[in-house]
């Protein structure tokens, strides 16, 4: 990954979220928030103004929504990368967020350490799913999480290597557990823990967990 800290052009209409948010990437090097927005239509022109590496958007906005800002940033800049930061979790609002090009739809009840490795692999050209809306992704079956039992053949097959251990890892990894809570509902020690995260990290030829958990979910693993 480069090591250019991480352009975000922030949108939330709620200052106290801004202001956390900012706290939070301040301490945090490699992201940088360059720009503020309340509304969709704000967010539109910031774009283009800015052009951030990665835009984080809150789905309810005073004027146009989210998924709306994200159709029109995305309609003119097709390379946008967008991550949907939201409490909204119903059907329509998923799929809608997902059919306009957003490249990630998050919960804000997220572990912090784990939405500052999303965004990292955001802007290298990842995806990224809340284990929260894959089961509604699947129920629908459209495509954007393949049918499980067939995806879990494929990955036994490209994955043979994988140990069933690794795999309880990866189910984790992949709810966002830290390593030591990985040690504790494995009933095993947080060094054990750590060791297997790198062995999957390295099998699956990936640089980090959070690209590790992208790519299982991706494949229907979990």
């Known amino acids: 990954m480069s090591n250019k800290p991480v352009k975000i052009l922030l949108v939330e209409d709620q200052k106290l979220m801004r202001v956390g948010l900012k706290s939070l990437f301040e301490e945090q090097c490699g992201l940088e928030i360059i720009s503020e927005a309340q509304s969709g239509k704000e967010a539109v022109e910031k774009y283009t103004i800015t052009h951030p590496d990665v835009v984080l958007m809150d789905l309810g906005l005073p004027d146009i929504s ?22 909204h979790l119903s059907e329509e609002e998923v799929l809608s967020a997902l059919q306009a090009g957003a490249c990630a739809y998050v919960m804000k009840d997220i572990n912090t350490e784990v939405l500052k490795m999303i965004i990292k692999t955001i802007k290298e050209g990842a995806m990224w799913l ?15 999480v393949p049918p499980r039992q067939m995806s879990r053949a494929m990955f036994k097959e490209q994955h043979a ?11 984790l990894i992949v709810d966002g557990k830290s390593n030591c809570e990985i040690a504790e509902t494995l009933t095993i020690s947080e060094h054990t823990a750590k060791a297997h995260v790198c062995n999957i990290i390295q099998k699956l030829v990936v640089d980090d967990r959070t690209q590790a958990a992208v790519k299982a979910l991706k494949e229907g693993l979990v």
Do not use: F, M, W
């Open 130 to 144: 809340d284990p929260q809306v894959v089961p509604i992704l699947r129920e629908k079956n459209c495509g954007v």
């Open 66 to 87: 989210g998924i709306e800002a994200t159709k029109r940033i995305i309609e003119r800049h097709p390379q946008a990368k967008i991550v949907i930061l939201t409490s």
């Open 161 to 171: 290597n994988l140990t069933q251990r690794e795999y309880e890892v990866l189910k």
